[in-house]
């Protein structure tokens, strides 16, 4: 008899935990469950090989009588009364949507080249700092611009830590550019300032970058207690060099965001609103100007869930997430259309699934072993921080999704 989990480590141990748990009256509803929450688990059209030694250890048995050189097929079976039972956001998806929630194609990888950073922010999901040693290699590096290049992707989204610290950095802009693809890059202004960097400004206008800049708040205190001390001076200092190569000012090649971020655990206000006092604020008292304010809902994951909890603040804000799920947010979900890589070639639904470990559903799941147009229709592996996603107007990457 056999069994065998074509998914994660992570997730094989997720079911068997389950089976570990269920009280199963008999052999037949055994098959039935436990092959629905494989599906459950994104395996429905996975192969079984291997042993089931550990399930039949826990009593839940017979799966299939063993047939000589079968690879068993999972047949389809109902998918909603068998979603994790902790993953509240899952259900709720699935009881107002009638189905869980899926991606389309690949239309941007959001690759993260890295964890290291020059600084290390208070409300940071990817724990990002100077003393972090992940980072892409250049095999890696060259797997993500082979699959951008072979999938017509159309926009590369390169995160990090600073990705400009990533010492292939460079070339991944060049070559995405050359293929003619978008190119978007997480920058965190006080890199500028770094040895080494001097000349980043210029090279980002040279490629036509579109530039994405952390700024939680147009007011110096309120940004240095989230991002340290006197990083809003450089910001503002960083936003003047990007102003003197003519970015912000309305140039389709020389785009210009801001990203903007509650400071507490609150949920923000609403974007056009906030970006007409940046705007005020920004060119009355530095003369900054900018094209678009992204406004962003802080995920309570890593760094800013252990401040929550350290608080005694993380129940009540992810109650408050929770309390204000937004069905209208789930179309422009950025897991729909984005695939995220991390550091070391693996691939998640988005950045902060990878922050998460968690994982693709159904994929042994690397730029290595995986075709991106495979990847369509899946169903997106999800847990209750996706409640950040569809909170009030929703948030992503660019900002309020309705
Ligand atoms: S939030 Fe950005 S700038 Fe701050 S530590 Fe994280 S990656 Fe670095
Ligand atoms: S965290 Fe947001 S983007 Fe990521 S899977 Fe959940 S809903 Fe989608």
Redesign the pocket.
């Known amino acids: 008899m056999s069994l065998s989990i074509s998914g994660s480590v992570h997730r094989a141990e997720t079911i068997l935990d389950t089976a570990r748990l269920a009280v199963v009256p008999t052999r037949t509803f055994a098959r039935v469950f436990l092959l629905a929450k494989l599906r459950a688990n994104g395996l429905r059209s996975g192969t079984m090989n291997g042993s089931t030694d550990a399930l039949t250890d826990l009593g839940i048995v017979e799966l299939e009588r063993p047939r000589k050189n079968r690879i068993m097929q999972l047949p389809v079976v109902g998918q909603s009364n068998f979603t994790d039972p902790t993953d509240r ?1 899952a259900q709720r998806i699935e009881r107002q949507d009638g189905r869980p ?1 899926s991606a389309k194609r690949v239309e941007i990888l959001q690759v993260n080249v890295g964890k290291l950073c020059n600084q290390a922010c208070k409300h940071c999901h990817v724990d990002a700092g100077p003393a972090r040693t992940e980072i892409m290699t250049e095999e890696t590096a060259r797997q993500c611009i082979a699959a951008l290049e072979q999938h017509e992707i159309k926009t590369l989204d390169l995160t990090g830590g600073a990705p400009e610290m990533n010492p292939h950095f460079r070339w991944m802009v060049r070559r995405a550019r050359a293929a003619g693809a978008q190119v978007i890059v997480r920058h965190n202004l006080t890199i500028q300032f770094e040895s080494g960097y001097e000349d980043l400004v210029s090279f980002f206008a040279d490629q036509s970058v579109d530039v994405v800049c952390s700024l939680p708040h147009f007011e110096q205190d309120a940004t240095d207690r989230q991002r340290g001390r006197g990083v809003f001076d450089k910001s503002i200092a960083g936003l003047r060099a990007l102003n003197a190569v003519g970015y912000g000012q309305g140039r389709a090649d020389r785009a210009l965001a801001l990203v903007h971020n509650p400071v507490g655990a609150y949920l923000p206000g609403a974007q056009s609103a906030l970006e007409g006092q940046y705007r005020q604020e920004l060119k009355s008292q530095h003369g900054i100007t900018f094209d678009a304010l992204y406004v962003i809902t802080n ?1 309570p994951i890593r760094r800013f869930k252990d401040w929550l909890v350290r608080t005694g603040q993380h129940d009540e804000y992810q109650g408050a997430l929770e309390s204000a799920f937004n069905l209208a947010t789930i179309p422009s ?3 729909r259309n984005t695939l995220s890589v991390s550091w070391d070639g693996r691939l998640f ?2 950045d ?2 990878q922050m998460l470990d968690l994982e693709l559903h159904a994929q042994q799941a690397t730029l290595a072993t995986v075709s991106l147009d495979k990847l369509a229709g899946r169903v ?4 209750n ?2 409640f ?3 909170a009030g107007t929703g948030s ?1 990457c660019g900002g309020q999704l309705t």
């Open positions: 956001f929630l995920m979900l950025m897991c639904d988005c902060f699934n997106i592996a999800t847990g921080h996706c950040g996603c569809t992503s």
